[in-house]
């Protein structure tokens, strides 16, 4: 069982360059949600999304975009990459109702110089 | 603003020891408290409590939930290395269909 795949799994951008971070679920989830994660630090919400074709801002979104075309992929970008945006990216999905517990992916590790 | 409060932040134990996490919690429309366990990479989930006073367990690992105080805490019994990990508590919102999460306790267990 695949579950939650995340892409790539480490990349190191320079200051200014995009980049797009793919996640894809074959659990048929309604819900998705990117997160990152600092050193010592829980999970803060980018952005997520409630449906296909839905998408709403979590509390760190600035310097992020995010779609949702397809209801198995969610799609990050970044579009003018800053070392502040430099940290691990989670993925995530959950089935309905949403207090139910969230399938991670394995994380992609991103530097930014 | 929904909120989680994990304590403490960091924890340093011996083999065999009994160690006790704390999660306090601020969210409108509670439904439901999750524990995740994160090695090196994805979280993964532990339990998920939704009433008061009702333990769940799981082998050396058991935790409970106080709706009226606002809090759930997290028990390992006889530690092992394996179980140094950071453990994470997330609160849904269902209105908003998001979870905050805690930003974890760091537990180290040394042989």
């Known amino acids: 069982n695949a579950g939650v795949t995340q892409t790539p799994k480490f990349r190191v951008l320079k200051t200014g360059q995009s980049m797009t971070l793919l996640c894809a679920q074959d659990?048929?989830?309604?819900?998705m949600y990117w997160y990152r994660q600092d050193p010592g630090m829980g999970l803060r919400l980018i952005h997520y999304s409630v449906g296909e074709g839905t998408t709403a801002k979590g509390e760190v979104p600035d310097g992020y975009n995010v779609s949702r075309l397809k209801k198995q992929n969610f799609l990050l970008g970044l579009e003018s990459a800053a070392p502040s945006q430099t940290s691990v990216y989670f993925c995530?999905?959950?089935?309905?109702?949403?207090?139910?517990?969230?399938?991670f992916g394995d994380g992609t590790r991103l530097s930014i110089l | 603003e929904d909120k989680v409060v994990q304590s403490p932040l960091s924890l340093v134990v011996h083999e065999g020891d009994t160690v006790t996490l704390n999660c306090s919690y601020e969210?409108?429309?509670?439904?439901?408290l999750l524990w995740y366990k994160q090695e090196k990479k994805a979280p993964t989930f532990l339990f998920m409590l939704?009433?008061?006073?009702i333990e769940k367990k799981s082998g050396r690992l058991s935790s409970i939930l106080d709706k009226k105080e606002l809090f759930s805490i997290l028990n390992i019994t006889a530690t092992q290395t394996g179980d140094s990990a950071v453990y994470l508590c997330?609160?849904?919102?269902?209105?908003?269909?998001?979870?905050?999460f805690g930003d974890g306790t760091t537990l180290t267990v040394k042989p």
């Open positions: 969210v409108t429309n509670f439904r439901s």
């Open positions: 659990m048929n989830h309604e819900y």
């Open positions: 997330a609160v849904p919102n269902t209105n908003a269909g998001k979870s905050t």
């Open positions: 939704t009433s008061s006073g």
């Open positions: 995530a999905s959950g089935s309905q109702p949403s207090n139910q517990p969230q399938h």
